[in-house]
């Protein structure tokens, strides 16, 4: 997603400047990114010294430092995407201070949506999806009035098991997990979309951005991924947006907002496309999307703890220490022995991400190998 949106900055130099580059761990990427930006500032979060850039402004380190970071930028928009809770520090820190945000950190609204929401509305801020499905409806609403909604409709390729037996799933290896048929993404993304665990925090993610009842959002299995999500209208009209899948669409769609801004993209071919499949989703092979509804109808920091929990299962998935199934049905086992609590500012979110996350480790702690998907969903 970052260097993506910096090829798309790079080719529109004359309407943005570049303030502020953060990476993780990539020390390397940042340096590069850098020098292509000298005079930015750069945090490196993973990291508890600062990095060495001649090129920089200034450099931070640490998950603290991205905030002095953010402090001394003063961005004007900032594109969020860090991957998972770590996200949620950033995107309260642009909507406390009014700024536009540019969300491809679906965890942050999933972690802690209707605190975010009014803190945006609070100070002015402005939301941007990033997010392909999210971009698509927010695109198809664009003029009308939310009580003229029917319902949305999130499409999901159904990731690489969308036609496997299911009573072959513990078997999957990470490795098979890890090959998606559409998309080139992160791990833990990639395996969110293998269990569809990603496509439940799109649809609490939906909720909170579009101010809709959870019974409005609904999932539908589209393997092509040419249809990004649509919108259905009280007076029949359906509206979808379509194009080749490619993320900067999105992203340079964000970034350009209001207006569009040309790049060289695959230009969409509908005879090419002629024949679109639609599926209905099915529960019993994707136990992760109810979670959502689940979550919705707790409320509290029931996000946070679907969140923190899936976390933690892909990590132990993808080091070989539980089965596929067990990825959903530790999140399940955690997020109903947890009892919701209120969410009143991030630090609320905070605990309640530390306490799921050591719950679901003393979970997969107290199951013997190999019998850990049983045990869960006893």
Same mark, same amino acid.
């Given at each position: 997603m970052g260097?993506?949106?910096?090829? =798309? %900055?790079?080719?529109?130099?004359?309407?943005?400047?570049?303030?502020? *580059?953060? #990476?993780?761990?990539? $020390?390397? &990427? /940042? !340096?590069?990114?850098?020098?292509?930006?000298?005079?930015?500032?750069?945090?490196?979060?993973?990291?508890?010294?600062p990095p060495s850039l001649p090129d920089a402004g200034r450099s931070w380190a640490t998950a603290?430092? =991205? %905030?002095?970071?953010?402090?001394?930028?003063?961005?004007?928009?900032? *594109?969020? #995407?860090?991957?998972? $809770?770590? &996200? /949620? !520090?950033?995107?309260?820190?642009?909507?406390?201070?009014?700024?536009?945000?540019?969300?491809?950190?679906?965890?942050?609204?999933?972690?802690?949506?209707?605190?975010?929401m009014q803190l945006a509305q609070r100070s002015g801020a402005r939301?941007?999806?990033?997010?392909?499905e999210h971009c698509?409806?927010?695109?198809?609403?664009?003029?009308?009035r939310r009580e003229q909604v029917r319902r949305v409709l999130l499409t999901g390729s159904g990731g690489p098991?969308?036609?496997r037996a299911p009573d072959t799933f513990a078997d999957i290896t990470p490795a098979e997990a890890l090959r998606h048929p559409t998309w080139q993404m992160g791990p833990r993304i990639t395996i969110g979309s293998a269990t569809m665990m990603n496509k439940a925090f799109e649809v609490i993610e939906a909720r909170w951005l579009f101010d809709l009842s959870p019974e409005q959002v609904e999932v539908v299995l589209h393997?092509?991924?040419?249809?990004?999500s649509m919108v259905e209208f009280v007076d029949g009209s359906l509206l979808a947006q379509c194009g080749v899948p490619d993320m900067r669409?999105?992203?340079?769609?964000?970034?350009?907002?209001?207006?569009?801004?040309?790049?060289?993209?695959?230009?969409?071919?509908?005879?090419?496309?002629?024949?679109?499949?639609?599926?209905?989703?099915?529960?019993?092979?994707?136990p992760a999307v109810p979670l959502a509804y689940e979550v919705l109808r707790r409320g509290g920091d029931s996000g946070a703890v679907?969140?923190?929990?899936?976390?933690?299962?892909?990590?132990?998935?993808?080091?070989?220490?539980i089965p596929f199934p067990a990825i959903t049905a530790t999140v399940a086992r955690v997020l109903r022995d947890r009892p919701p609590q209120p969410i009143h500012g991030i630090a609320d979110a905070v605990r309640a991400d530390a306490d799921a996350r050591r719950r679901t480790a003393a979970l997969h702690a107290s199951m013997p190998t190999g019998d850990t998907d049983d045990r869960l969903t006893d």
């Open positions: 260097t993506q949106a910096l090829s =798309l %900055l790079d080719e529109h130099r004359d309407r943005f400047e570049v303030c502020l *580059l953060s #990476a993780n761990r990539s $020390a390397q &990427g /940042l !340096a590069a990114a850098v020098a292509r930006h000298p005079g930015a500032h750069a945090c490196l979060t993973g990291s508890a010294q603290e430092g =991205l %905030l002095e970071a953010l402090d001394a930028a003063a961005p004007d928009t900032v *594109l969020n #995407a860090i991957t998972g $809770a770590a &996200g /949620l !520090a950033a995107s309260e820190w642009t909507l406390r201070h009014g700024r536009t945000l540019a969300l491809a950190n679906k965890e942050s609204l999933v972690v802690a949506g209707e605190y975010l939301i941007l999806p990033v997010d392909s698509a409806i927010f695109q198809c609403l664009e003029g009308s098991f969308r036609q393997p092509q991924s040419i249809v990004h669409v999105p992203i340079l769609y964000c970034l350009g907002y209001p207006e569009r801004l040309p790049f060289g993209f695959e230009p969409f071919d509908p005879v090419r496309w002629r024949n679109l499949e639609f599926a209905p989703f099915d529960a019993t092979r994707f679907l969140n923190a929990a899936d976390e933690v299962a892909t990590a132990a998935f993808l080091d070989g220490q």
